[in-house]
Nanobody, 127 residues
Framework: QVQLVESGGGLVQAGGSLRLSCAAS????????MAWFRQAPGKEREFVAA????????YYTDFVKGRFTISRDNAKKTVYLQMNSLKPEDTAVYYC????????????????????WGQGTRVTVSS
């Protein structure tokens, strides 16, 4: 079992920055990927960014490229999402996810590939 706990969400004005954290515990050894998804009110959950843990291969969706950065701290078993130049349309609940035994070169971008999920952290961007 893997447990994921997100933190770092909050209220920020447009143009501001936030850094989200996702701390992992449990059996996380081996080849796995971690990702951030988000879900805005009335919308489907959508992929944001992901990283292959061992080799650091990253993948981003187009609407966050150049603004968001995913990274990891191996010692802390934590993945981060640095969000800059935030826009009101970034308002959503952000979820951390983990995929065990990832076999692809790039981390997965579809939610059905991920095995474990955190409870989410809310990000609100005001105009």
């Amino acid at each position: 079992q893997v447990q994921l706990v997100e933190s770092g969400g909050g209220l920020v004005q447009a143009g501001g920055s936030l850094r989200l954290s996702c701390a992992a515990s449990g059996r996380t050894s081996g080849s796995y990927a971690m990702a951030w998804f988000r879900q805005a009110p009335g919308k489907e959950r959508e992929f944001v960014a992901a990283i292959k843990w061992s080799v650091g291969i990253t993948y981003y969706t187009d609407f966050v490229k150049g603004r968001f950065t995913i990274s990891r701290d191996n010692a802390k078993k934590t993945v981060y999402l640095q969000m800059n130049s935030l826009k009101p349309e970034d308002t959503a609940v952000y979820y951390c996810a983990a995929e065990i035994n990832s076999g692809s070169y790039y981390p997965a971008s579809t939610e059905n590939e991920y095995d474990y999920w955190g409870q989410g952290t809310r990000v609100t961007v005001s105009s």
